[in-house]
């Protein structure tokens, strides 16, 4: 989830049909998330319509493998509908429970799927779009691709499996993009292994000729890789974060953030310094609480299963209304727009490792 885009409403199902377009074609279930004004990004109800079609095309012996992409030239998906969920909190409604526990449960449905899922990254692909596309088979990023994690600037903490994909990247990569929250391009999401085909966006419509045209000889996983080996490259030169890896894994290896941010001004690793100054600049603008949270909750999720991962940004979520950040970084940053958060605690000097700690109390005594 990221408040990229939000909508001062929550419509009705049927009011938001179009929002969600499918359609089979040579045997390819076809989603279109089709909010491009708001950069597509997706609320409760586009929630329900994607679990409910790819449900249907499970047992659909018609289908053989899905596509997913977004409308518009700017994104795939920016992220949940944040507004909503902030009204739903405001109000004292439960959607914005609700809608946790149905998108992430649309999220595995896709990390499961027993039909190949190619997702097609082409811009933003932003908090709850890459829950979207991180369990796909074969995901696609272009040069429009501009990927992330960027719930710590609202306050909030990396979602939809983040605890699961992001401390599963090599080193310290995934602890670096979830605890800053920076946007990383295509290079940089192959070689992090959250992209695993790149291809110009000027081909996409060719792609979607031949994917028309292709002949179903092969497993249907098999035959969809032939087709983009033909059109698509898997590495690109000079991923920035490769030549930057040797100064975050040391950064972001560090005990908690404050320590990260105090050795970013005072140490200098490989040619680094001016990324680490204002990496360290960037840090200080975001939730302390949410960065503290997130570097525990993505250490602990190198430990656990997806479905545990899961589990565990449930138990958040169910706190995170009421104790975390997340209402007042909305407030800032879409309602009142004065982009001057106040912080709980307001420093990283501030934060109590036991108050960090207390978030992951109960889970923890469950054994989830």
């Known amino acids: 989830m990221t408040a990229q885009a939000s909508s001062p409403r929550t419509q009705s199902m049927d009011a938001t049909q179009n929002e969600v377009l499918a359609e089979v074609r040579n045997h390819i279930g076809h989603l279109t998330l089709n909010r491009p004004a708001g950069l597509n990004a997706i609320t409760l109800d586009m929630v329900r319509l994607l679990q409910q079609q790819l449900d249907a095309w499970a047992t659909d012996a018609n289908v053989h493998a899905v596509v997913l992409r977004g409308a518009g030239e700017k994104a795939f998906c920016a992220g949940g509908d944040i507004r909503s969920l902030y009204d739903s909190f405001k109000s004292g409604d439960t959607l914005h429970e609700d809608f946790f526990v149905e998108e992430y449960a649309l999220d595995l449905t896709i990390h499961h799927y027993r039909k190949p899922v190619l997702a097609l990254m082409d811009g933003f692909v932003l908090g709850g779009g890459m829950g979207l596309v991180q369990g796909a088979d074969l995901r696609v990023v272009t040069e429009k691709s501009r990927l992330a994690m960027p719930e710590v600037a609202i306050g909030y903490f990396p979602d939809v499996g983040g605890s699961y994909f992001l401390p599963r990247i090599p080193g310290e990569l995934g602890i670096y993009l979830g605890v800053s929250g920076v946007q990383i391009r295509a290079a940089d999401a192959l070689y992090c292994g959250l992209a695993d085909w790149y291809l110009d966006s000027s081909k996409l419509a060719l792609l979607d000729e031949k994917l028309d045209q292709m002949e179903w000889q092969d497993t ?50 490989a040619d680094s310094h001016a990324w680490a ?57 879409l309602i009142d727009k004065d982009k001057t958060p106040r912080w709980n605690p307001p420093t990283l000097a501030a934060l109590d490792a036991e108050h960090v700690a207390s978030f992951f109390h109960e889970f923890a005594e469950s054994g989830s």
Not at 249 to 266: G, I, K, N, T, W
């Open 220 to 269: 249907p996983l098999k035959a969809l890789q032939n087709l983009l080996a033909k059109h698509a490259v898997q590495t690109l030169p000079d991923a920035p974060l490769q030549a930057l890896r040797p100064a975050i894994d040391h950064f972001f290896a560090l005990p908690d953030v404050p320590s990260m941010v105090e050795q970013l001004r005072a140490v200098t690793v």
């Open 277 to 333: 100054t204002t990496t360290a600049d960037l840090l200080e603008t975001r939730s302390p609480l949410a960065m503290a949270v997130t570097l525990e909750m993505l250490r602990r999720g190198r430990h656990l299963s997806l479905e545990h991962c899961f589990a565990l940004e449930l138990h958040l979520d169910r706190q995170w209304f009421e104790r975390g950040d997340l209402i007042e970084g909305v407030r800032a940053l």
